[in-house]
């Protein structure tokens, strides 16, 4: 789904990682992500949800310029995101907060310094990153705490930190990989909350990825389904939650809202299978509940639900 005003495009994404596998230790590829697409439109909030190893991490990091595609193009604005990013023209416009800020700030330095370091690339002054390193932290909810060092914070607070760090380039994009995971229910809503009131000061579009629903739901206007490498759908929050088409997504839903959705909407039974032997035809078919013959020969094609919305199974009916 590409619209004109698209800001992060991801055409036909692959990634395969080279692993050695079984008793001999033979060098397989893994396919983490598989032919994916999707747009970012300017200062949107998109989510990203799927079980654990279904390859969120990958594509955030494709997204992010953090990993180079093993097929397919990333574009910013139009232009191919070049190998090395970050010494690149695209240099700060993307950034990302991670699931553990404690190991994505250095122990070693004050906050305010690793704070202000994605402006040590733009070439601006010491004294000047440090002040406006500052002046974010109080932004985001830590006055006068620049000379402390991570150790010295609780988990919430170092995320605070990370999303400070995160926004000091204006970066267009930020790639959030489970940025509340790690936290309790309490202080999750806090950053939640902080990340959208950074989005109405300073207008990045968020890729959010998360493995539970109800954070994608509460963040995102838009939402990717992710199952073992593939999407299997994509829509606007409220049709997906009210109306979810694919099997996948009902049981998604089903475990983690409670809910009784239209459709079959039973819990998810069994294991997500390996990677590195995805289920012929349909990747969701040996723990779908309406799998019939067709599901186990043929790859379904995407069908277009409504506007923005498309799903890929054989059972959803598409209109023209
Ligand atoms: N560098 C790597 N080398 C080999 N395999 C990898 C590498 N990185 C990821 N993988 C594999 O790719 C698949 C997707 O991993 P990824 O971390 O993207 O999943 P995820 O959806 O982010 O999972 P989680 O919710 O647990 O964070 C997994 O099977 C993982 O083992
Ligand atoms: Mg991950």
Redesign the pocket.
Known sequence: MMSDNALLQCQEVS?Q???KSGFLGKKRA????DTVSFSLGKGECLGLV????????????MACGLLAPSKGKILLQGRELPLACAQSWAAGRLQMVF?DPFSSLNPRMTVAASVAEPLAARGVGRQERLQAADTMLSLVGLEGVGRRYPHEFSGGQRQRIAVARALMTRPDVIVC??PV?ALDASVQAQILNLLCDMQEQFSPAYLF?S?DLNVVAFMCQRIMV?YL?RLLEDGPRDELVKHAAHPYTQALLSASLGERVTGAGSPLQGEQP???HPPKGCVFHPRCPRAEAICRKEVPEWRVLGENWRVRCHFSEGVA
């Open positions: 990634k990682f080279p692993v893994l396919t983490a992500v799927g079980e654990s190893g279904c390859g969120k991490s990958t594509l955030g990091r699931q990989d489970e995971s990825i493995h992710m490498g390996s990677p590195l």
